[in-house]
């Protein structure tokens, strides 16, 4: 083999397993986010936001439907309504972690333009 051949050998090697590294760095994060958008069920369900919202328009009648907020909202405007509240909506008081995870439960909800 001459030394050209393996150079390219060697460069084939590294791009093979950064590709690898690759791959399994995007399944781990969408498991994350799957992980995570299940807690964020789970704070939506425990402070029963459902009673005034509806998401899919499934829910309360009092509150705008937030099946696209995160196409309305930035994370931290997001975080601001919940920890301050409206007139209309109560404040939660919510650790950024449980903001987190709500939002990507309402970012893993399927979009709908009809909806809101
Ligand atoms: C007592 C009824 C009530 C409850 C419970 C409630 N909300 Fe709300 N929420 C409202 C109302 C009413 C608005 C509209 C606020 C306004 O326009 O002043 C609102 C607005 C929002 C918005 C902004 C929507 C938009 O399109 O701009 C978000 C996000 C939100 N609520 C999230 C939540 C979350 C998350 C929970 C549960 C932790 C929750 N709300 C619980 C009444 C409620």
Redesign the pocket.
Known sequence: MTPKKILFMLALLVITYLFIIFILYKVHKTKDITLNSNKGLK??LQ???Y???KIYGLG?F???D?TN?TN??SFTN?SL??TEG?????K?L?SKLELLY?FSFFKSLEPSKNLR
């Open positions: 704070v939506w402070h029963k936001c009673s005034c919202h309360g009092l509150a705008p937030l907020v309305r909202l997001f309504l919940i409206t007139i209309n909506m109560p939660f919510l709500l």
